[in-house]
């Protein structure tokens, strides 16, 4: 299947992501019938750059030493050359076949990609990527190779080595030519989008230049504001395009935001807490604890690296996430983001099957987060209004006088009389079919633990 990149819409906020972590590109096309059912309008895959290949390329999430299956889930984040296609996603082929399924189901496609390091194995880049740079020395930043002692200092956030990863020269106008062919490569085969993966470690134009730099251009060409050697990228105002801004002092913030949409970390971080203790509070229904407007973020409850990392979020249960999601999606801006946990993960065994490729578990598509799904995308352009019992065990999302979302975070069950923008009448939950009143602007009915209702207007 072939279709014209002209024939595209600009991105909604109305449009929520699924993150297939660590689903290989024949996987999600082979789930594209799901995903769209549940209510998604992208799908996020993790990077399909070349990259290192680990552990002799084994297949498991994660490995300890002597596991009888080896493997890495973060080798994808290694990249050895900016090509389509690793052992660990598929080849280029089934990139664009993933894509044409996606086309089919008007699913977009947003792809992981990570242009400011290489492999902690630098000896692994291939000669193919030093030609196209001038030189193995001019891949990288003057700091490329000093490790980063202070975060907060942004020379060296956005010029050194961060993890043993290697810093990539952003701003060498040959890296970014050749790493534009990689961008548009993935236009033309279907990508609508991409998450710019440690984006706050790539200057914008106030921070420090490196030695080697004169300019912090990279965002200007990564979106399309500017041409590098006579290549542009291709349709920008069609792409969604958002960062993995993680949220810390000295983060020019506004700076970033003139390019892309950011990831709201610190808000994901107080949902986190706040369904840990079976309730929200009043600034969480107001304060998005960003510098930035909310119709510019991503918002998650979890991301694959809070997951896996430190396991921060893991040992929260799924009923949990769930509800945080339809809180986030049942709300009228943010971008919600849903990360797909391994198939077979439990709240001790986080790797679950432990297999890289395969499809997550069926939380993705799970009644409740597919009915707040179809919620946003009804609501769409409804202003939102929130309320809450005396305690915020239970919320009440309003869109307008045309839908609303109850959501009871608390482990026991709630019997609730809230305002409402309703009219008054009989309403009935999508999922459950569990019964609501609205009499004299007041929304009654009963609750059981950790379950979001869906309510349309008649």
Known sequence: MAFPISAQTAPSENE??????????????ENMADIAAAGYKYVQTSPVQTCFVGDNGGPALFSEEGDSVMGKWYFYYQPTDWQIGNYMMGTRQDFKNMCDSAYHYGVKVIVDVLPNHVAIDHTAVLPSLHAAVGGEENLYHANGF?????????????????????????????????????VNDLINLGARGFRYDTAKHIGVHSDPLDPKSE???????????????????LMPDSLYIYGEVL???????????????????????????????????????SNWYHSQTPDHLVTWVESHDTYCNAHESADIDDDLIRVGF???????????????????????????????GARGNDEFKHPQVAAANHFRSAMAGKAEQLFANDNYEVVEICRGDAGAVLINFAST????????????GDYTDQVSGTAFKVKDGKLSGNLTPRTSYVLYRH
């Open 16 to 29: 929520v992501i699924l993150h297939a972590w660590t689903w290989n590109l024949n996987t999600i096309a």
């Open 413 to 424: 069950p709630n019997k609730v009389k809230l305002d409402t923008t309703l009219p008054d």
């Open 215 to 233: 300019r912090n251009n990279f965002w200007d060409v990564a979106t399309g504001r500017e041409a590098v050697r006579g290549l542009s990228l």
């Open 247 to 285: 949220q810390d002092r000295n983060v020019p913030e506004a700076e970033y935001a003139e390019y892309m949409d950011m990831t709201a970390s610190s808000y994901g971080h107080v949902l986190r807490e706040a369904l840990r203790a079976g309730h929200l509070n009043q600034d969480m229904l």
């Open 326 to 356: 339809v809180f986030l999606t049942a709300r009228q801006h943010g971008r919600p983001l849903f990360y797909s946990r391994p198939a077979g993960s439990t709240r001790q065994n986080y790797w679950g099957n432990n297999r890289i």
């Open 146 to 182: 000093t490790p980063i002692t202070d975060y907060n200092d942004r020379l060296q956030c956005t010029t050194g080595e961060m993890g043993g990863l290697k810093d990539v020269n952003t701003e060498n106008p040959d890296f970014q030519y050749y790493y534009l062919q990689y």
